[in-house]
T-cell receptor
Framework: GENVEQHPSTLSVQEGDSAVIKCTYS??????FPWYKQELGKGPQLIID?????GEKKDQRIAVTLNKTAKHFSLHITETQPEDSAVYFC???????????FGSGTRLSIRP | ETGVTQTPRHLVMGMTNKKSLKCEQH?????MYWYKQSAKKPLELMFV???????ENNSVPSRFSPECPNSSHLFLHLHTLQPEDSALYLC??????????????FGPGTRLTVL
């Protein structure tokens, strides 16, 4: 069935270190993988996305990698800062048209 | 700001009340979505509208009734809700629903509490 698994559910990282969040999906035809950041009291905000025709994408301190063979993708945040503390959601667009399935979220805390 | 606004931001209602949530997008998008976000659960897609037509109804109880009068506005009408319906209701929009047009932008949500 349609499913996106996300790990870990919580992550605590020392400021300045890197954080990695991993997701797996079940539909091999999935072709679009966005990542969202949700701060307290706000809606999810798109931070980066990747489509299945590329294996990696970077935007400053944020990068996403995609392994289509293994059906998993990861978010990498380098040189973490206090403002990176939030809940992060991965998602995958399934081949069944308009549906994007979200992971269960990772609560990232940056320790000063 | 993402260009998607939602009102009210907070709503408390009794089980016999009727209320409506409103979403407006200022992005010129053609698709709009309602999601439910409960504690410790993934975002649940409720409804999808594309060009003002409902294209997805994700087995949502009839006590939730969506309305999309035009491509910029989306409503969620609520009646005889249950306490378990308490959640954050998020609206999102996208340019389209396929190909490279499906990136979704979310509003801030309405925090709903059903007593």
């Amino acid at each position: 069935g349609e499913n996106v698994e996300q790990h870990p559910s919580t992550l605590s990282v020392q400021e300045g270190d890197s954080a990695v969040i991993k997701c797996t999906y079940s539909d091999s035809a999935s072709n679009y993988f966005p990542w969202y950041k949700q701060e307290l009291g706000k809606g999810p905000q798109l931070i980066i996305d990747i489509r299945s025709n590329v294996g990696e994408k970077k935007d400053q301190r944020i990068a996403v990698t995609l392994n289509k063979t293994a059906k998993h993708f990861s978010l990498h945040i380098t040189e973490t800062q206090p403002e990176d503390s939030a809940v992060y959601f991965c998602a995958a667009r399934y081949s069944s048209a308009s549906k994007i399935i979200f992971g269960s979220g990772t609560r990232l805390s940056i320790r000063p | 700001e993402t260009g998607v606004t939602q009102t009210p931001r907070h709503l408390v209602m009794g089980m016999t009340n009727k209320k409506s949530l409103k979403c407006e997008q200022h992005l010129g998008h053609n698709a709009m979505y309602w999601y439910k976000q409960s504690a410790k659960k993934p975002l649940e897609l409720m409804f999808v509208y594309s060009l003002e037509e409902r294209v997805e109804n994700n087995s949502v109880p009839s006590r939730f009734s969506p309305e999309c009068p035009n491509s910029s506005h989306l409503f969620l009408h609520l009646h005889t809700l249950q306490p378990e319906d308490s959640a954050l209701y998020l609206c999102a929009s996208s340019q389209g629903t396929s190909g490279s047009t499906d990136t979704q932008y979310f509003g801030p949500g309405t925090r709903l509490t059903v007593l």
